[in-house]
């Protein structure tokens, strides 16, 4: 598997001058480094009972480490809060949004996926679904990459990165598809997604410049799309303002109708609409994993098809839906 | 094996060419530096030279060294002025390296002691900085600038000596008993600072450990640009945890305006670079250096638990660094007087 073997000898031959020689130099991954993800897919899965919602405990090579005092793994996420999280929004979850899954049996049980959704609502509500649903259902930590804006912000920025949101760089979501084996979910439609107005509801707009595909391509795992329907309707945005966002220096300025209602308490106040998540079979790409570039044409290709799939199965549950509050 | 040490009288200097002494295969040390050794040393030469090193080509010339070991690069901007860093870091660095290059040198290995502070620290960063990864915002500070000056002379360097093996280690935030590093100076203290609302992931290597690398880089032909930091990272919360301090918060907006306060009453003395990483914070990938063999001592975590086990050994029987005062005579005594006997 190993074309580009990173020994002494080689770094020898492009001494210093091998700053771009590959950006992604084949993980032949040291022993440690191997011994690492074995631990981590071996990991027992220790259920505590007398928790709401029973979480798998899963231990890892670093977290290990007995000078550590807290709980916080590499990424910055601490399971500790995930817990706590995931106990404070599972009435949310169940009895708000009466989150209903399709397709469960399409995420895979070990190994490295790239989850790709569509993205609604001022303040996303699909994210903690998305979640919380795989992470109390599958048993398996879900890392979520967004603008790396996120981590710029104090306090917004610790918390988020404590609840497993990573920056979208390449290079990260290398390291947790390829290296980490984990389940990565990411929303390529960004902020144009989230900053749509309600008129444009379920209109999926661009994914991006196909970056997800690339680094799916290069890790050599599986795309999963995921169409999420209810999260347009729980924030729904009836007014932007373009001057404000400009000087706040944010993406968009919402106003949306649960402020227009709630007052300030519209920040935080969701429309219950019912949510449903459906999980679409796989997408693999047959291209040999690793590579420095992939055909350009390639990825936008296998882009612009995922996006169709996931707008067809929008059409699709919006033809079925009887009722925005009640599915 | 015939090594120059440059900074001799620094704490990495001297930890250098007193492990170099010990082995066998050594048969030569020679130290350069402006100020006398801080530490005792049984073999090694002390020639004082400069702070920009222009003597270097007659020494190397002279006793024909074959290794330079050059750990004299200056990574915290608290130590000297601007002024000086320049001249240490840039101007010593070109010096050495055309003495180790001109015509007909000896020289067949570099070793070079750089710093993590290449890839500065930002909220655009990668979570783990591999070595040909290129920094996201340009070096604001001028340590930082200073240090990509010499990476840009050592890779040209190498590129213009093939037959020269170069070798190139980045290190992560240093932490010890014995050397005073600014975030070491701030865990003194009774009180640390934090930027409010920010937690950043750090790496720490312990100081045996940048002994260790740099000698087995001395010992072991591997040439390359290497990070060297202790396996994982934790935040900056945990890292006043384990030491036992209590943070007080800087403002995140005006930071660097609000941290001249406390600066001035010394309570701390953090630089600009060590200030960005209490935001953004870094982590670098360690592996590489690991693939060339090279075995870690201590986990970012372990380095920062013995740092606090010494500080709390301190706490209890005071200052545990021995104290040494370098004479000349002497030492030229013990060196060279045909009265020492010497077995061979």
Not at chain 2, 102 to 122: C, D, E, F, Q, T
Not at chain 2, 316 to 321: H, L, P, R, V
Request: charged share 25%.
């Amino acid at each position: 598997m190993s074309d580009r073997p990173d020994g002494p000898a080689d770094i020898s031959a492009h001494f210093l001058s091998d700053r771009i020689a590959a950006l992604y130099p084949d993980a032949t991954v040291a022993d440690a480094d191997a011994d690492e993800i074995a631990d981590i897919t071996d990991a027992e899965l220790v259920i505590e009972t007398g928790e709401l919602v029973p979480m798998p405990q899963r231990v890892r090579a670093d977290e290990d480490d007995p000078a550590r005092e807290s709980d916080i793994d590499r990424w910055g996420r601490s399971e500790n809060l995930r817990a706590l999280t995931r106990k404070l929004y599972d009435p949310l979850y169940k009895h708000w949004f009466r989150v209903e899954w399709e397709g469960f049996e399409h995420l895979p049980r070990e190994g490295g996926a790239l989850l790709v959704s569509n993205h609604a609502g001022a303040i996303p509500s699909d994210a903690p679904a998305i979640m919380h649903g795989i992470e109390t259902e599958l048993g398996r930590n879900v890392y979520g990459l967004a603008e790396n804006l996120f981590r710029a912000m104090p306090i917004i920025g610790t918390l988020w990165s404590r609840s497993g949101g990573v920056p979208a760089h390449p290079d990260n979501a290398f390291r947790l598809l390829h290296d980490e084996r984990q389940l990565v979910l990411v929303f390529p439609e960004g902020t144009k997604g989230t900053g749509k107005h309600y008129s444009n509801r379920y209109q999926l707009s661009r994914f991006g410049r196909g970056g997800f595909v690339e680094i799916a391509m290069r890790a050599g795992v599986p795309v999963i799309p995921i169409a999420v329907v209810g999260a347009e309707e729980s924030m729904p945005i009836v007014f932007k303002s373009p001057r404000l966002a400009k000087m706040l220096g944010l993406p968009y300025f919402p106003i949306t109708a649960n402020m227009l209602m709630l007052g300030p308490l519209g920040l935080v106040g969701y429309f219950p609409a019912k949510f449903k998540i459906r999980v679409l079979p796989p997408v693999h790409f047959d291209v040999a994993p690793n590579q420095e570039r992939y055909s350009r044409s390639r990825v936008m290709d296998e882009s612009e098809r995922i996006r169709r799939l996931v707008q067809d199965a929008l059409y699709d549950m919006l033809r079925r839906r009887r009722s925005v509050w009640f599915g | 094996m015939r090594v120059l040490v440059t900074g001799l009288s620094t704490y990495w200097g001297g930890r250098v060419a007193q492990a170099l002494e010990d082995r066998d295969d050594v048969e030569v040390v020679v130290g350069v530096d402006t100020r006398d050794p801080s530490v005792p040393l049984e073999r090694t030469e002390f020639v004082r030279a400069d702070s920009s090193y222009s003597i270097l080509s007659r020494i190397v010339r002279a006793t024909n060294i074959d290794t330079i070991l050059h750990t004299h690069l200056i990574v915290d901007s608290t130590q000297t002025s601007g002024r000086t860093l320049h001249e240490i870091n840039v101007i010593g660095t070109m010096s050495l390296l055309a003495a180790a290059g001109m015509a007909g040198s000896p020289v067949r290995r570099v070793i070079v002691k750089s710093s993590g502070l290449v890839y500065g620290s930002n909220y655009q960063d990668p979570y783990f900085f591999r070595e040909e990864m290129p920094r996201t915002r340009p070096a604001r500070t001028g340590v930082e600038r200073s240090l990509l000056e010499v990476e840009a002379f050592l890779r040209d360097f190498a590129d213009d000596n093939p037959h020269i093996s170069v070798t190139l280690l980045r290190f992560a935030n240093v932490l010890g008993n014995f050397i005073d590093t600014p975030f070491a100076h701030a865990l003194r203290r009774s009180v640390v600072p934090e930027i409010l609302g920010y937690d950043p992931r750090l790496q720490f290597v312990h100081e045996d450990d940048v002994v260790g690398a740099l000698m087995y880089a001395t010992m072991h032909d591997t040439p390359g640009v290497f990070n060297v930091a202790g396996d994982g990272n934790l935040p900056w919360s945990d890292v006043c945890a384990i030491v036992g301090k209590r943070r007080i918060a800087l403002p995140p907006v005006l930071t660097s305006f609000a941290n001249e306060v406390p600066r001035a009453l010394r309570m701390w003395d953090l630089p600009p670079e060590a200030l960005m990483l209490l935001r953004y914070g870094r982590s670098v990938d360690n592996s590489r250096f690991k693939r060339a063999g090279f075995r870690y001592r201590y986990s970012s975590a372990g380095t920062v638990e013995a740092f606090a086990q010494g500080l709390r050994l301190e706490g209890a029987i005071g200052d545990t660094n021995p104290t040494y005062k370098y004479q000349r005579e002497v030492e030229d005594f013990f060196r060279h007087s045909p009265a020492v006997v010497r077995p061979d």
